[in-house]
């Protein structure tokens, strides 16, 4: 559903003042690096405008971007305009920590034309915030949701975190319910999973986390769709709902649909029609690479056919719109369509197939079971 199909522009914004316990994305403490960074990130920018001249959505993430200053954020936006063209419209996220939120930098966002604010709650329950070991309380997430409801953003988002031990499927809806309560135009709704070499990764191999099992996340995960989806929301993505097509991000939808885009910034991943690369994880060698005038490019692939035809494959079905029946592999192709339709777990419209609500559960297995 890619309006334009224009790429999209990530910046990786790598600083936390603390590191949650589930989180395996990159981050550091700023202590004081932010200004090199941001000279480094522009730096990588001018390097990709005869490549990338053009963008309709700008999404930045992190890490923590609403840790950065206002001067820091208005000399890295400003500076990404005089670099590139953004198309009138074009979608521009920040994403922001609720013990971050004030009415002062929301302003300044604003002024600044970001008109997307994805404010990262992940609990309103006070147990559940802290088990998740974020820095804000229940309280606090609250009123930062209130500040950015108020604030005018063209669309709000919340995100969310779910599958936690303790939780029910009556305290998710109370979360869900606590949510809506703000008005936002858009959920991200996040089962938790153990990640890489995380604190959490190390308490579960010691036997002291205990994740809810698959049935207990297939409720909570049905309980979640149901609950949304009859208060007018489109559960347009695994994870993802939006009140209407005009809020669906925009920029991750590119994601999922193999549109180009370049990621700038320690740790982010670039793709462009079949090549996809990434920058070196570490700030300290990002930096380097781009004061000596090297690249910060650590690696990079170019994806065959079938390459390419089995990530259509996992990245469909992962959304409302699902994949072209022409991906599907040729022999016996009718007959496995029709056993995942008998079983539920998939719709055929025209030429495409579709994963049901049931189906999203099985959102990973499909493109083999299809293939089978």
Partial sequence: MNRTGHPGLYVHVPFCKTKCPYCDFYSVPETGRAGKWLRAVLEEASRYSREFPRFDSLYIGGGTPSLLGCDDIGYLVTGLKAIFRFDDGAEVT???NPDDVTKEKLALYRSLGVNRASLGVQSFD???VRFLGRRHSGRQAGEAARLVAEAGFAEFGVDLIYGL?????RSWRKTLYQALSYEPAHLSCYQLTV???TPFSRLSREGGLELPDDARGADLFLAMSEYLSGRGFAHYEVSNFARSEE????????YWQHTPYLGLGPSAHSFSGRRRWWNHRGLDVYLRELGTGSSAV???????EEQMRLE?????????WGVELKDLPGEDRANRLED???KGLVEVRGERMVPTLTGYLFADRLPLMVSE
Wanted: charged share 35%.
């Fill in 247 to 254: 809020t669906v991000s925009r920029h991750n939808v590119k």
């Fill in 312 to 320: 259509r494959l996992l990245l469909g079905f992962r959304t409302m």
């Fill in 165 to 169: 031990p303790a939780q029910t499927v």
């Fill in 298 to 304: 650590e690696d990079s692939e170019t994806l065959s």
């Fill in 195 to 197: 990640e890489g070499d």
């Fill in 94 to 96: 920040i994403e922001l």
């Fill in 126 to 128: 006070e147990e559940e």
């Fill in 340 to 342: 995942l339709r008998k």
